[in-house]
């Protein structure tokens, strides 16, 4: 367990941030869209899942913007 003072550890979020990006770089050509419908397909997800997601997604989205 990393402690605050150890120069080498990187928070959970941050080491999770950059594993997302570089997956989605190196598999989806940095296209969240390719993702999306990759996940999207492979989970037989309907339409109506869909735009839960996405409503979902536009409100962390204005939560977050609400907070600059």
Same mark, same amino acid.
């Given at each position: 367990?990393?402690?605050?003072?150890?120069? *080498?550890?990187?928070?959970?979020?941050?080491?999770?941030?950059k594993?997302? #990006?570089? #997956?989605?770089?190196r598999? *989806?050509?940095?296209? #969240?869209?390719?993702?999306?419908?990759? *996940?999207?397909?492979?989970?037989?997800?309907?339409?109506?899942?869909?735009?839960?997601?996405?409503?979902?997604?536009?409100?962390?989205?204005?939560?977050?913007?609400?907070?600059?």
């Amino acid at each position: 367990n990393c402690r605050n003072h150890c120069p *080498f550890c990187i928070k959970k979020e941050e080491y999770s941030r950059k594993q997302l #990006f570089g #997956f989605i770089s190196r598999y *989806f050509d940095n296209s #969240f869209a390719s993702l999306t419908s990759f *996940f999207a397909k492979e989970s037989n997800l309907t339409v109506d899942e869909l735009d839960v997601l996405l409503a979902e997604a536009k409100q962390k989205l204005e939560e977050e913007k609400g907070k600059e």
